[in-house]
């Protein structure tokens, strides 16, 4: 399952991204052009926009709620996507490979993480680096416990 995520879903948009779904999302997009993205694409939309669900068009999901949480728990009770197995970069969507040697990064990530972290991931779309302990990592592990526990944020 492909989302493309709204203008006013922008976290959901990358916490969905950290989860691996395959999401787009720009801050700028005009109505027409999402769908016409969603459609050539076979996206689902996610929209806070009552009036996509209007035009009837396309595979199109009203998300409810402001709070980020609460999206992430509508879209994984009420579509049930499958989770897939490898993880997409939170800022350009792209496939995060593990990095073979450590070496590799020693120039892209500060000292202090090259020094005390072993196992590290990198977009194969923009080049960013994911290293465990990183802001990123962690929430990874707070949606994957949130995935794994649908109705709570496990608090
Ligand atoms: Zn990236």
């Given amino acids: 399952m492909k989302f493309i995520a709204d203008a006013m879903l922008g976290r959901l948009a990358r916490w969905l991204r950290l989860m691996g779904f395959d ?20 996206r689902t939309i996610l929209t806070r926009d009552t009036a996509f669900l209007k035009r009837k068009t396309g595979d199109c999901v009203f998300i409810k709620s402001n709070d980020p949480f609460e999206q992430l728990d509508q879209v994984l009770k009420d579509l049930r996507p499958e989770t897939p197995g490898k993880r997409r970069c939170a800022n350009c969507n792209g ?34 680096i994911y290293w465990e302990g990183s802001q990123y990592m962690k929430l990874m592990a707070k949606l994957e416990e949130i995935s794994g526990n649908p109705g709570g944020r496990g608090d």
């Fill in 23 to 42: 999401t787009l999302y720009f801050a700028d997009i005009s109505d027409g052009e999402l769908l016409r993205r969603a459609l050539d694409e076979q």
């Fill in 95 to 128: 496939v995060l490979a593990a990095v073979a040697h450590k070496g590799e990064v020693a120039d892209s990530v500060p000292e202090y993480v090259y020094l005390n972290h072993n196992h590290f991931l990198r977009c194969g779309g923009c080049g960013n």
